[in-house]
């Protein structure tokens, strides 16, 4: 009798082991799965670009364009195609990009990832306008750190909202395009 309770124990207890490993594992997958499609997508677009061209820009004022070089390339694919771990987002809270990484092929749209440092976000462009055209995911510590590196690499570095805020007003100023200022 106390053989069978045993082994029935036993059981249950690898049932509920295997039932919350199970559990875990689907919540990995269910909340992570936009990231690592995202990352794969931009993997294999880089893999058959012909140029990579990398953009840092505040609202409408380009700050820098970059065509990337091999090196850079090779760097930029280190930096998100590391092991996907699980992670949860804090949400979208602003999804101002900063930073866009254009992928340039003779067989295909442009295609354009944009990142938003701030609040942790990329979209993902393919130009083919299916499922709605645009992708968007949260950004991984794990692959945000690399990639803020590497742009930092290329003269790119991310800025605080506050900075990019101050750019857009002093090309505003330059042009002329001042906004108007009410009184109160």
């Not at 249950?12 to 794969?40: N, P, Q």
């Not at 809270?93 to 442009?110: M, N, Q, V, Y």
């Not at 942790?120 to 991984?140: C, K, R, Y």
Request: some cysteine; glycine content about 6%.
């Amino acid at each position: 009798m106390r053989r069978v309770l045993k082994r029935t124990m036993i059981g249950a207890a690898a049932v509920a082991v295997l039932a919350v490993a199970g559990c875990a594992l689907w919540a990995v997958i269910y909340l992570d799965h936009f990231t690592w499609a995202a990352s794969r997508r931009l993997a294999r677009g880089l893999d058959g670009a012909q140029e990579v061209v990398l953009i840092e820009y505040a609202d409408k004022v380009e700050i820098t364009r970059k065509v990337a070089i091999a090196e850079e390339i090779s760097r930029l694919r280190r930096s998100i195609t590391t092991w996907p771990r699980p992670f949860f987002s804090g949400g979208s809270l602003c999804f101002l990009a900063h930073h866009t990484i254009e992928l340039h092929s003779a067989d295909r749209p442009t295609v354009e990832v944009r990142v938003c440092f701030l609040c942790e976000q990329l979209s993902f462009d393919d130009g083919t306008h299916t499922n709605g055209g645009i992708t968007f995911a949260p950004l991984p510590p794990y692959m945000a750190d690399p990639l803020a590196a590497f742009f930092t690499s290329v003269g790119m570095s991310p800025k605080p909202m506050k900075e990019y805020d101050e750019i857009e007003a002093r090309a505003q100023a330059v042009a002329g395009d001042q906004p108007h200022q009410t009184s109160q």
